[in-house]
């Protein structure tokens, strides 16, 4: 069951106003349902409008049997079942006898206990209808069963009713109201029941409908419009062939639009048939209308009443939606923006509602547009206009206005001939027709503003929903669009979709496989659709042999192919690539071909070659195309097929130098970027390299310790993906360049995972190279890592090399630092000796160099592992030292290593309020600095001396707080320390 709106199922399977129109009214009646096999609910007439905001009932009679509630299909039960509300609608508000109500049901085969069974299905019918809202009833009263219902909310009597109306009023205002009648028509009444009462009815309802088509008719040769009834009769004619008020109607139509030989000709032919097949000759009637014929009567002109011009187009009520989508999952937001925006507006005074929706080509913006326009086609009971712009599609050129006009028109009910010749008189035209109406006009798939702009309605009682690859800037400032753009869908929503199409059992069997195909989908709706078409022509064939045909990334794109060029992927995203500039098209390849996820926009500067202000109007044009998103103020990211199909037209459009050079670009940027960075972060460290200043060219400026962090963090991911690059090219002096300038970021951040593999991996390709100095370099810093890792064995593998490389070097701080390292990796290890050994080692070398910063760090690691030691005397008078020469020199970094030392000794000798203090400070320059890592530690510490201070609530929150972070961290054994303290006092979640 379908969630539409009400009267939304009454525009399946209409007729197209491009189309001849068979029964004359844009209605077009005769083909609903009929022609489509398309099951339609009751289209409600202007006189029967009901307030909005509430759910109503409505019965249809006249093509099936059925009810709807609030928009929504009832399920009446059986074939019996359903004959018995029929039995009873038909004579809506009065007794209908048992006996008589058995007999339309059953005929002359009534079941034994008849009485009993019916009394069954009333009570069944009973509990269907009781959502409904409003007075539904069916009650017994002496031998008879009455169903109590407004009339309005029948079909059958909707339609006597407006017939009725139509027969007193004007010519102008019939029509309306006899197209609205025949509108409700949708098949043979009572769909395909068979008992002889039914089948009486049926007919005896037939001849009214066949009575009214013959009044509209004749109402519309009154009103001029001969040209389309001459095109549309010869159908009816064929289907009625000895009908001679039919007939006189079609010779009438040809002789008024110059066929004045058709005309006599379809006299001859009807005339031969009745006597052929009657033995009679046609009535008065029809021969005095031949003779008026043969002699060019003048009383046949058309003789248009006053007014008729003003009433032209009003008996048009269009119902031009495509059929809607079958079953239609997720986008609930973006349905309660457009629901939002159709009730904002449309009051009186108020503006044009219109609503456009963006996105990339396959995300669903169409599947959207049908969904919700067929779910509130309730909200326009004056019609529904839908053109196909073919802005982007594959099969053709974009339609005109003129087109699109000229269509509207027709399904407004002008003749060619009753139009302006030119585009403004046509536009002024269609915008009379529609003033104060309530439409909707779906604009599908429009090229720009300037295509959209002539199909704009002029009041607000018309709303217009339009989809678009473009953001339509345009419709949006100068006259109040409201934007809604489409992303990909969710994981869950994009699982359902698979559940969808192949069934619950399918995608339950392959989880991997199924996991597979959705990554690779990425949520793009057109993607699924795809792989779920050819798993559903293939039921028997594993989901893996799909999933396998994605695992290559160079030939992914193969396997969202199809023959149909609307639904093929490339094709699709071909016509949004084939509608951008040439400069725009370079921008667009070279992004996919750029690393990481995102790029920033001094990156594609420095990706494209172009300064910021021309990048970012090329970045600007493809946003609007919706092939890049703005994820955040000049940070733009691909969809990930979108993507692969830009770095494909990239290598078949530019030079493979041009694309080597441009990466080349890109990576010297973020290298000299990141070492820009991390001498903002730290810089005391042992340079990267001789050769680079401490600013490079080409870098992006940042100002200080805070741009640099929130850079690093901006760009890791694609930093990572540049280290990777280069060292697949073999560009090692940038892959060593990014690891090295990536350290401290990794560390302060307590990313030591991403900092150990970056360094092993670039290590690996070092060793071959001469410079001794930064191969102990590289040595030493994968050394530290693992030991912050607590891998003891391989932090000494590492840093002995690196001391023995830089005592070959004679390099003094090289040894100096190393040393500082090695007392890390023996603390880690658990043994303070030997890292106090090494502490002091470092502290000997580091007075006989011209550093002061480095000097009080080696000073604070003498008083660290003197406090670990016990040495509380001696530990105080190394840090208190060490605590002077960092802020005598602005070493916060040191500064905030001092003062933790100075809190554990504090601790450790129990004055609580003093390491307080320290490690408040501590935590301050931690923050200021980034340094989340060593956060983690001083908050966990500042927990414990609160909890010895009775603070206990204060404790938690500190434990609570280093908890997140360590798990952030994935350091575990410092995480399960604090949940052992947080645990007794019931804080763990």
């Not at 069974?117 to 959502?131: D, E, G, I, K, N």
């Not at 010869?234 to 002789?255: K, N």
């Not at 309730?378 to 053709?396: T, V, W």
């Not at 040191?894 to 490690?919: I, K, P, Q, V, W």
Request: glycine fraction near 8%; aromatic fraction near 6%.
């Amino acid at each position: 069951m379908q969630p539409l709106a009400l009267r939304s199922r009454s525009v399946r399977g209409e007729c197209l106003a491009f189309r001849p129109l068979e029964i004359l009214v844009g209605a077009c009646w005769a083909n609903l349902g009929r022609n489509l096999n398309s099951q339609v609910a009751p289209t409600v007439s202007t006189a029967v409008l009901r307030p909005r905001g509430r759910v109503f009932v409505d019965f249809v009679l006249l093509g099936g049997i059925e009810a709807y509630v609030g928009g929504a299909a009832v399920d009446l039960g059986h074939v019996r079942q359903r004959s018995v509300l029929a039995g009873l609608l038909v004579d809506a508000n009065a007794p209908v006898p048992t006996a008589r109500l058995v007999d339309r049901v059953w005929g002359d085969c009534p079941p034994q206990r008849a009485h009993a069974t019916l009394y069954s299905y009333v009570s069944r019918l009973r509990r269907a209808l009781a959502t409904a809202t409003e007075k539904v009833h069916i009650t017994r009263r002496s031998g008879s069963y009455v169903l109590a219902v407004d009339p309005s909310t029948v079909d059958l009597h909707r339609f006597r009713g407006l017939v009725g109306q139509a027969r007193t009023a004007d010519d102008g205002h019939a029509a309306v109201l006899f197209a609205q009648a025949l509108a409700l028509w949708r098949g043979d009444a009572f769909g395909d029941l068979d008992t002889p009462w039914f089948n009486v009815l049926r007919e005896s309802w037939h001849r009214e409908r066949t009575a009214a088509e013959l009044d509209l008719t004749d109402l519309r040769l009154r009103l001029g419009r001969h040209a389309e009834l001459s095109a549309a009769l010869p159908a009816r004619a064929e289907q009625h062939p000895l009908d001679e008020r039919l007939a006189g109607q079609l010779m009438l139509a040809l002789y008024r639009s110059g066929r004045r030989s058709d005309a006599l000709a379809h006299y001859q032919n009807i005339q031969h048939r009745l006597s052929e097949e009657l033995g009679t000759d046609p009535g008065p009637a029809l021969q005095r209308l031949h003779q008026q014929i043969l002699t060019t009567d003048a009383a046949l002109a058309v003789r248009p009443a006053a007014g008729t011009t003003a009433q032209l187009g009003t008996a048009m009520v269009p119902h031009q939606l495509p059929p809607p989508p079958g079953h239609f999952i997720g986008r609930a937001r973006e349905i309660a923006e457009l629901d939002k925006a159709l009730n904002a507006g449309g009051a009186p005074g108020g503006t044009v509602v219109i609503s456009t929706i963006g996105g990339i080509g396959g995300i669903g913006k169409t599947w959207l547009a049908d969904h919700w326009a067929h779910h509130n086609a309730a909200a326009f009971p004056d019609g529904r206009l839908h053109a196909d712009l073919r802005g982007f599609s594959p099969l053709g050129d974009p339609a005109s206005p003129a087109e699109v006009v000229q269509n509207f028109l027709h399904a407004l009910g002008l003749a060619s001939t009753e139009m302006p010749v030119d585009l403004p008189g046509r536009v002024a035209m269609y915008r009379s027709l529609i003033a104060d109406r309530r439409m909707l006009i779906v604009l599908d798939d429009a090229r720009d503003t300037a295509q959209v702009l002539p199909l704009l309605p002029g009041t607000p009682s018309c709303t217009t929903l339009i989809t678009s690859r473009r953001g339509l800037t345009g419709l949006i400032t100068a006259h109040g669009a409201r934007p809604l753009a489409l992303d990909v869908v969710s994981e869950a929503e994009a699982r359902e979709m698979l559940v969808d199409r192949l069934g619950p059992q399918r995608v339950a069997e392959e989880p991997e496989a199924v996991a597979t195909l959705l990554d690779h989908c990425a949520g793009l709706p057109l993607a699924i659709s795809v792989m779920s078409a050819r798993a559903g022509i293939h039921p028997t064939f594993p989901l893996a042999a799909l999933a396998e045909e994605l695992h290559d990334r160079s030939a992914r794109l193969d396997a969202f192919g199809t023959d149909d060029p609307t639904a093929d992927l490339r094709a699709v995203l071909s016509s949004s690539y084939d509608a951008l500039d040439t400069a725009t098209a370079r921008v667009f390849g070279l992004l996919g071909q750029s690393l990481g996820p995102d790029i920033s926009l001094a990156a594609a500067s420095a990706l494209t070659a172009l300064p910021v202000p021309e990048v970012r109007s090329h970045l600007r044009g493809l946003e609007g195309a919706h092939l890049i998103q703005e994820i955040r103020p000049g940070r733009y990211r691909m969809h990930d097929l979108v993507r692969l199909y830009a770095a494909e037209r990239a290598t078949q459009d530019q030079h493979r130098e041009v694309l080597e050079s441009a990466l080349r670009g890109l990576v010297d940027f973020y290298a000299d970027t990141a070492h820009d960075g991390d001498r903002l972060l730290s810089p005391l460290r042992t340079p990267f390299g001789p050769d680079l200043p401490d600013v490079t060219r080409g870098a992006l400026p940042l100002r200080d310790i805070e741009t640099a962090m929130l850079w690093f963090e901006a760009e890791h991911l694609c930093l990572l993906d540049a280290h990777r690059f280069a060292m697949a090219q073999g560009h090692y002096r940038q892959a060593w360049q990014l690891a090295w300038s990536l350290d401290t970021f990794h560390w302060r951040q307590g990313n030591l995972d991403d900092r150990t593999a970056m360094l092993r991996a670039t290590l690996a390709n070092r060793e071959s190279m001469r410079d001794q100095t930064q191969r102990a370099l590289a040595h030493r810093l994968l050394g530290r890592a693992h030991a912050s890792q607590g891998q003891h064995a391989a932090a000494l593998e590492h840093l002995r090399v690196a001391l023995a490389l830089f005592e070959e070097a004679d390099h003094a701080a090289g040894k100096a630092q190393t040393h500082l390292n090695l007392a890390l990796a023996w603390e880690k290890h658990g043994d303070d000796r030997q890292a106090l050994a090494h502490a002091i080692q470092n502290l000997r070398i580091r007075r006989t160099l011209d550093s002061p910063p480095r000097e009080a760090e080696a000073l604070n690691a003498v008083g660290w592992y003197h406090a670990r030691l016990g040495h509380h005397r001696q530990s105080r008078s190394y840090c208190e030292e060490a605590l002077v020469l960092c802020r005598r020199h602005h070493f916060r970094e040191g500064e905030a290593f001092t003062l933790d030392s100075l809190g554990y000794l504090a601790h450790r000798t129990n004055e609580h309020t003093l390491a307080l203090e320290h490690y408040d400070q501590a935590l301050t320059l931690r923050r200021e600095l980034g340094d989340a890592f060593e956060e983690a530690d001083t908050l966990a510490k500042l927990g414990d001396i609160r909890d010895s201070l009775g603070q206990h609530a204060q404790a938690c929150e500190a434990w609570e707080q280093a908890r997140s972070l360590y798990r952030s961290q994935r350091r575990l054994r410092p995480a399960l320390q604090v949940e052992e303290k947080l645990a007794p006092r019931g804080r763990l979640i």
